[in-house]
T-cell receptor
Framework: DARVTQTPRHKVTEMGQEVTMRCQPI?????VFWYRQTMMQGLELLAY????????DSGMPKDRFSAEMPDATLATLKIQPSEPRDSAVYFC????????????FGPGTRLTVT | GENVEQHPSTLSVQEGDSAVIKCTYS??????FPWYKQELGKGPQLIID?????GEKKDQRIAVTLNKTAKHFSLHITETQPEDSAVYFC???????????FGKGTTLSVSS
């Protein structure tokens, strides 16, 4: 069945290292979202794309985070350099053509920065 | 911008009882309100949603009600079962109508 996939599922890295998280949206979905989940802040929207173009990345720390969609089947979220406060679960979600349609979440990437 | 408040943050019920989670939103232009269930170690899963042209929607044991005048909506789970134990999130669209703003979540525990 169609689902959003994310890799890696878990990542442990040292402070200062680059981290790349990948997402494959559901085939045919043209809107992709990146969220970060922490106990303190809950689910925060970092950025989202429609038809591979970034629509809003105001939730993302610009100095260290970057999000791209090299093609319709791949979205990436990079952190460089990583910091301990970036430790969280990062979710990707996708939605169909209508901007107000249901979002489907991936299983998440649990990032730990030591 | 849009703000979504969710209560309670934790809820414990006995198996078979009903559970109600409430959310309020700030942007009167919002017209889509989904509810997500998140089990441990998994991503949020859409369980039910409601659009502003209806006041109530049911799907088996779960229902959502919407009061647009008061700007609040609620999730109702009847005949709760242990497998209903999870974190539940409500959400509403942001002002631009392009992205969801989530509540802080409610941890529901159903004991048998």
């Amino acid at each position: 069945d169609a689902r959003v996939t994310q890799t890696p599922r878990h990542k442990v890295t040292e402070m200062g290292q680059e981290v790349t998280m990948r997402c494959q949206p559901i085939l045919g979905h043209n809107t992709v979202f990146w969220y970060r989940q922490t106990m303190m802040q809950g689910l925060e929207l970092l950025a989202y794309f429609r038809n591979r173009a970034p629509l809003d990345d105001s939730g993302m720390p610009k100095d260290r985070f970057s999000a791209e969609m090299p093609d319709a089947t791949l979205a990436t979220l990079k952190i460089q350099p990583s910091e301990p406060r970036d430790s969280a679960v990062y979710f990707c979600a996708s939605a169909a053509a209508s901007g107000r349609s249901e979002q489907y979440f991936g299983p998440g990437t649990r990032l730990t920065v030591t | 911008g849009e703000n979504v408040e969710q209560h309670p943050s934790t809820l414990s019920v006995q198996e078979g009882d009903s559970a109600v989670i409430k959310c309020t939103y700030s942007d009167s232009a919002s017209n889509y309100f989904p509810w997500y269930k998140q089990e441990l170690g998994k991503g949020p899963q859409l369980i039910i949603d409601i659009r502003s042209n209806v006041g109530e929607k049911k799907d088996q044991r779960i229902a959502v009600t919407l009061n647009k005048t008061a700007k609040h909506f609620s999730l109702h789970i009847t005949e709760t079962q242990p497998e209903d134990s999870a974190v539940y999130f409500c959400a509403a669209f942001n002002q631009a109508g392009t992205a969801l703003i989530f509540g802080k979540g409610t941890t529901l525990s159903v004991s048998s």
